[in-house]
Structure formats: C-alpha cells, structure tokens
C-alpha cells in the first residue's frame, strides 16, 4: 500500500515548540519509549505513567547539552531568548553583587548553562559548522512541524513530529552522541530506536512532499571530548524498512493499551519463574 493509505491530512505547521509539545498527539518519542526496556523507563507500564502525568521537567546533562547545540547550529538567532550564562566579575565584590542582581533579574524562564558548557556546546557547534556536506545538509527550513493522521486497524491517531531540517526531498536529523565513527555509531544508533524514528519522520515528510524519492541522513556529532568529530550517516533501505516494521508495530500497540487500559504493575497475580540458564 502507498504512504497515503496510512498517512492522512498531512500538513506542515509552523508553530513554537512549547506549542508543539503541548499538542495532545503520538509522536516518535513515546513510540520509543514504548518499545523500549523497563530498566530504561521504557515499555507500557512507564509510559501509561506518562501519559497521566506528563514527560518528567528535568534533562539529563547529555539530553540539556543536545538542546544546547541543536539551538546554536539550527536556531542561532534564539539563543538569547532560551539560554543565560553568567560572565560577570566576581560576585563576592560590590560590582559583581550588582551585575548579578541585573543578570537574575533578566533570566525569566530562560535556561542557565556554565561557561564551560557552552563552550564545549560551541566548540561542537563549530565542528559541524566546518563538515562541508553536514552544512550543505542543514542548509534548509529547521525545526519543522509536520501533523497528520495515522491509519491504523480502522482508526485515525492523531500524530506529530518535529523536524531538525527539511527541504525539497529530503530532511536530517542532528544527533550528539558518545560515539560517531563508522565503527560505533550502527551501535548507538539501534540503542536509541533512531531507525524507528527515522522511518517514521521519513515517511511523514515524504507524504507531506509527495515525492518519490526521499533520503533522511542523521548528522552525529561527538560530545565525548574535542575535537567533536561529525559522521554523516544515512541509513540503508532495509535499515529503514526495519523502523517502518518497529513503527507499526508499536502504533498498534500503542492502541491495544489506549483501548484497554495501561498496566500499572507486571503481573496482577503471583507468576512464578525460574533462574537464567548462567545462574
């Protein structure tokens, strides 16, 4: 079946991304959080949680670091608006005192981050900038929302997704990680389900353009140390036939637990088990 079987009233929106997030729709992170392990606060009992209570407020450092280069390489022109970062003189002396009360008074909601955070988020934001096809890549529209209908057993969920980069056939994703060599990136990128959430946003924006050829690279850019190196790393055919299958699969389960109630424990009755076949 074509695209347009599954992915109905596809539009493009431009909206804040406060706004984006507040919008009572599926999206690519809960799906990964579904199908993910509940040791990493995955699977249907940790995201029925969600649902009732809302994505927790906090960041990782790794997660607030990966906010802080997304903004400095895709939305320069916001970082004042979204981030503060203390540089005056020495707060014990009488100047200092009142430079800082200027500076809290100032931060409203925005964001604080060290001087040393974001010169390592700079200095990762430079890398990328210096990578000829990451640039030739991320030279398009940024954080793009794309809203449509997934048909799904005879029922239309309703479904979001926020892009990193998009232009005319095709989009990208900026990804900090740990590793981005050849040798480990396949590694982290199935760690973290990009598969899944590629396909998905690469079949949403390939419905949106009607197009029938579309290419979804991920620009990976190191956090670990200097000096960040930068992989381009699309994924093969059956790379992304296999997130299409992790997709559906997890819409549909997705489903099941909306129809029938998200479990709040493992098992309702005593289960009894057995030892691993090392023990």
Known sequence: MSLSHFFRNVQRVDMPEAEY??????????????????KDGGGPINVGY???????????????????????VLEPE???????????????????????????ATLGDKTEVTPDTLAKAEAMRDSVRSHKEACAILDCDHEVTILWDYFCDGVLVPMKAR????????????KTTMDASPEGWPAQAAGQRYHLQ??????????????????FPIVAVENARPPYPVGIY?????AIDRGRMAYMDAIRLYQYYQKSGWPKHYNETAEEIDLPAWA
């Open 21 to 38: 997030h507040a919008l009572p729709r599926l999206n690519a992170s809960t799906l990964k959080k579904l199908v993910s392990r509940p």
């Open 50 to 72: 969600i649902l009732e209570h809302g994505w927790p407020a906090g960041k990782s450092p790794a997660m607030a670091l990966g906010s802080l280069v997304h903004c400095l």
């Open 78 to 104: 916001k970082y004042a608006e979204r981030y503060a970062c203390w540089t005056g003189p020495d707060r014990r002396l009488k100047e200092g005192k009142v430079a800082w009360a200027e500076y809290q």
């Open 163 to 174: 892009l990193d980069a998009i232009g005319d056939g095709w989009a990208a994703d900026l």
């Open 198 to 215: 590629v396909a998905l946003y690469h079949d949403a924006a390939k419905a949106l353009q009607g197009a029938d050829c579309f290419r």
């Open 234 to 238: 699309p994924f093969t055919d059956d």
